[in-house]
């Protein structure tokens, strides 16, 4: 292996050779894996490049393994970019959920679960009307049921759902939901969204119950000073009457 003793020595491998080395550096101090993945491929290609021209030959072998790992690695991210952003610019198509389901039936005024019971699956609506009988809110096909019941500390129902029209639903558990929320992008950003949408629904109520209340407290504060006046004038009428009496 040449070393060079002056700048004058210098080659064209030397020079590779630092950028190598500092490409590998660079690489070490990458925070995003998009990047990282990027600048390790090239790294690989610089130290292929050296090697074959150097004649080191384990470090050529190693690379020759490394890069189409990183190549790999590097399109598996960009597929589950693609694959989030079209989770969140459309629907989810349930087909591929149906070998981790199980189909359930409901009669017209059954109950699938109380607020309190232990929570252990959700529910893909397929046919039939359901009710939210805290909210009074009403939901059909399409919807999923006891996604929260997933979220919730003590793992137990945060409402009651009672059936309103005979239906079916598809039941999945909360370990396959585990599974699949780490195992398929599109479904955990799915989950997500869904999760987090009736959150936000729930606080939307909520408020708007709270601002409710407030402007029933301010018309009833509006209102004791004309009650005090007119029950200051009906007590001062009956005074007056007493002493004509």
């Known amino acids: 292996m040449h070393v060079p003793h002056s700048f004058g020595d210098i080659g064209f491998i030397d020079i590779l050779a630092a950028v190598t080395v500092i490409m590998n550096i660079v690489g070490y101090l990458m925070k995003t894996m998009i990047p990282l993945r990027i600048v390790a491929m090239t790294t690989n290609c610089l130290f292929i490049a050296y090697s074959i021209l150097a004649s080191v030959f384990p470090t050529l072998i190693l690379n020759l393994i490394l890069l189409p790992i990183n190549a790999m690695r590097f399109y598996?991210?960009?597929?589950?970019?693609?694959q989030v952003n079209e989770a969140a610019n459309g629907d989810?198509?349930?087909?591929?959920?149906?070998?981790?389901?199980?189909?359930?039936h409901f009669a017209a005024g059954s109950v699938l679960f109380n607020k309190g019971d232990p929570a252990s699956e959700l529910h893909f609506i397929i046919s039939g009307r359901y009710r939210v009988v805290e909210r009074n809110v009403e939901i059909g096909p399409g919807s999923i049921l006891g996604e929260l019941g997933l979220l919730e500390p003590g793992k137990v129902r945060t409402a009651t759902i009672e059936c309103?029209?005979?239906?079916?639903?598809?039941?999945?558990s909360y370990d396959h939901v585990m599974q699949l929320y780490f195992q398929n992008p599109t479904f955990g950003f799915y989950f997500l969204q869904l999760s987090t949408a009736r959150l936000f629904h729930t606080i939307k109520v909520l408020e708007d119950e709270n601002a409710a209340l407030r402007a029933d407290n301010a018309r009833l504060r509006a209102a004791e000073p004309v009650q005090r006046e007119m029950m200051t004038e009906k007590s001062g009428g009956s005074v007056t009457a007493g002493g004509l009496a």
């Open 76 to 82: 598996q991210m960009k597929r589950l970019i693609k």
């Open 92 to 104: 989810l198509s349930m087909d591929w959920l149906k070998p981790f389901t199980t189909k359930r």
């Open 164 to 172: 309103l029209e005979g239906g079916e639903t598809l039941a999945i």
